[in-house]
């Protein structure tokens, strides 16, 4: 009798162990969204209160990065492989064809099955088409390339469609965001969502509104212009996390989610920050 009660729970246990298990999957795929602690109109009173308008006036004198704006253009005209092509080549002799593209940028790429970047398509592009070297990302001739072609669709608004096969990739870089992480156990949303407005030492903790509209930008911290990837790098390094390659299918879907949330606005590079 012992024998086949026993034989019974086994196969109820065989049965059922799946769809726990799926439902522990599902459990843990929720996200724990915080109300946000403010509003990006706060945030900027906020800042010219415990800032001033230092960063504002300098960006008014000049930003430093345009002279790296000046350098990307003239690679854009520059030929490069083995196929004698130049990106001026395919796109316009000054990137007329590319005007307004870099606003729908990151988007699903089914040639990758995955999420694609403006400095992800210019290495596959250089690759691909022109028989040349990918770029090391975060290079100062990646960083210039980068801004120059995403310079060429300023004052456009964003425009990230998250429809369809991107869905996902949406939401992966949503979790990523959420996600815990670290020796601090904190995550992105935690600093820009749950404590947006509130300082942290000498730092004011930005909302995550106006975080990819922006980028490459010139930070005064670095004495030089840089990719929002790597600020995403900075923050894990400061969460006491390992900080994961550039380009990355990780922070591919991060940068996602971050411009999702920044449509509707103008893109505007170089951008100049503390």
């Known amino acids: 009798m012992f024998k086949k009660a026993f034989k019974v729970f086994i196969c109820l246990a065989i049965l059922l162990l799946p769809l726990l298990f799926s439902k522990m999957a599902r459990a843990g795929d929720e996200i724990k969204e915080y109300e946000p602690n403010c509003t990006y109109e706060e945030y900027e009173k ?5 800032y ?92 210039a390339l980068t801004l120059y072609v995403k310079s060429l669709s300023n004052g456009m608004p964003i425009n990230v469609s998250i429809d369809g096969p991107a869905r ?7 979790k990523f965001y959420y996600t815990r992480m670290g020796q601090w156990n904190f995550s992105c949303a935690l600093c820009h969502v749950k404590y947006a407005c509130k300082r942290v030492r000498t730092n004011l903790m930005s909302p995550n509104r106006h975080h990819a509209d922006h980028w490459p930008s010139y930070r005064l911290k670095w004495g030089k212009a840089g990719s929002l990837q790597r600020r995403f790098r900075g923050c894990m390094k400061n969460m006491r ?18 411009t999702y949330q920044a449509n509707g606005l103008p893109l505007e590079v170089p951008g100049m920050r503390m």
């Not at 996902?168 to 949503?174: A, I, L, S, V």
Request: hydrophobic letters at 30%; aromatic letters at 10%; glycine letters at 10%.
């Open 46 to 50: 906020t800042y010219l209160d415990f």
């Open 52 to 143: 001033g308008s230092s960063t504002q006036e300098m960006a008014e004198e000049g930003n430093p990065a345009d002279l790296m704006l000046d350098d990307g253009e003239e690679l854009f005209k520059t030929v490069a492989g083995t196929r004698g092509k130049s990106c001026a080549s395919c796109h316009g002799e000054n990137g007329e064809k590319l005007k307004g593209v870099a606003a729908r940028y990151p988007k699903y790429d089914p040639a990758i099955k995955g999420i694609n970047t403006i400095a992800y398509q210019i290495n596959r592009c250089r690759v691909e088409k022109m028989g040349a070297k990918p770029l090391k990302y975060e290079s100062y001739d990646q960083l």
């Open 168 to 174: 996902p990739f949406y939401e992966k870089g949503k």
């Open 241 to 258: 996390a390992k900080p994961l390659p550039y380009q990355s299918e990780e922070y591919r879907n991060l940068e996602l989610y971050l």
